[in-house]
């Protein structure tokens, strides 16, 4: 996700356990190609998702997907890293929606951070250089041996921290990071909307605490497509669109596109590499109670999602909840 900017710029656009060290891997699907075994949406048949990651939910809506948080819809588990200190996850509060969305025919991604954890998710405690209260700040560098650095916002959310995905500190914490894509399986998941993985330190602020190039951010998004597909897990990708060439490798690479404030920022048209292989781009705008009562800013949004031609675009509020306006009905 990514920081709101000026709405003035959008006014004036408006209106004019897998892993075993071997690679287990499905083929690629191209366009002419049979399907692959995992679920893919095709243009056209999502225009009517949602995305909810907070309360109040509302899950009886006629919609063909849903994006929910992982933990919200885990019922009460352990998670074994085989090291005898098993991880108890508490059921949340979407426990058992998965096979209720299923018998209906909906679909579920679940969302959940990969290049970065709250300090309050449940295995949090498992990677190296964890603490609830001595985490480093601006611009004190994490300490030696930690994977956990600067806060993905220096406003708030200072519990959501990044995480060092660079490919020589990866066999350090991805043992556990892994766990969270067979727990996924585990309930039922038909994709993963991993987030957070665009931290590379050339992009703007906020930055990670750590020295990671965009070759390392290249490198690891092609992992998350990879550990996705290997559990028969549809890829999605999310954001990334400021790092060179990620973006049109990606789109070979992922099932779709999740994109957060193109609208706003005026970068839909970034998404072009998935939209010309026909995959899917899941736009996400937002608009605060600020200008709730300012309909050329949703307008304004729309309009510019879709001159990228993104059909399913929609405009949520900033908490993600079932509050929803759907660009193209």
């Given at each position: ?34 399907p ?43 998670i ?24 209906r ?21 498992k990677f ?14 994490p ?9 993905v ?5 200072l ?10 500190s ?17 309930i ?51 954001n ?16 779709f ?25 899941f ?47």
């Amino acid at each position: 996700m990514r920081p709101a900017v000026a709405w003035i710029a959008v006014l004036g656009l408006g209106l004019g356990g897998c892993d075993d060290g071997k690679h287990h891997l499905h083929p690629e699907a191209g366009m002419d190609a049979a399907p692959p075994p995992w679920w893919r949406p095709t243009l056209g048949m999502a225009k009517d998702w949602d995305i909810q990651l907070a309360a109040p939910y509302e899950l009886t809506m006629r919609s063909t997907m849903y994006d929910l948080d992982l933990w919200a819809v885990t019922t009460a588990t352990t998670i074994d890293y085989g090291d005898g200190m098993p991880i108890t996850v508490p059921a949340g509060p979407l426990a058992g929606k998965i096979a209720e969305l299923h018998a209906r025919g909906v679909k579920v991604v679940c969302h959940f951070d990969t290049g970065a954890i709250h300090l309050t998710d449940p295995d949090a405690k498992k990677f190296p250089g964890y603490s609830a209260t001595m985490v480093p700040n601006r611009p004190d560098a994490p300490i030696a041996g930690s994977v956990i650095g600067w806060s993905v916002s220096e406003t708030n959310n200072l519990e959501e921290r990044y995480l060092d995905i660079r490919e020589a500190s990866r066999p350090l914490w991805t043992k556990y990071m892994w766990k969270r894509f067979d727990l996924a399986k585990q309930i039922g998941c038909d994709g993963i909307d991993g987030d957070r993985n665009n931290s590379n330190s050339s992009a703007s602020p906020p930055y990670s605490g750590f020295d990671i190039g965009a070759l390392e951010v290249l490198s690891w998004y092609h992992e998350l497509a990879m550990q996705s597909h290997m559990r028969e897990l549809a890829a999605g990708m999310r954001n990334g669109q400021n790092v060179p060439s990620l973006v049109d490798t990606g789109a070979t690479e992922f099932d779709f596109m999740f994109i957060d404030r193109c609208g706003e920022y005026g970068d839909c048209d970034m998404t072009r590499p998935f939209i010309q292989l026909q995959r899917v781009v899941f736009a996400i705008d937002y608009v605060t109670n600020e200008f709730s009562g300012m309909p050329n800013v949703q307008a304004g949004i729309c309009q510019t999602q879709q001159r990228a031609q993104v059909s399913e675009g929609l405009i949520k509020d900033d908490a993600i909840s079932s509050v929803r306006t759907q660009c193209t009905p």
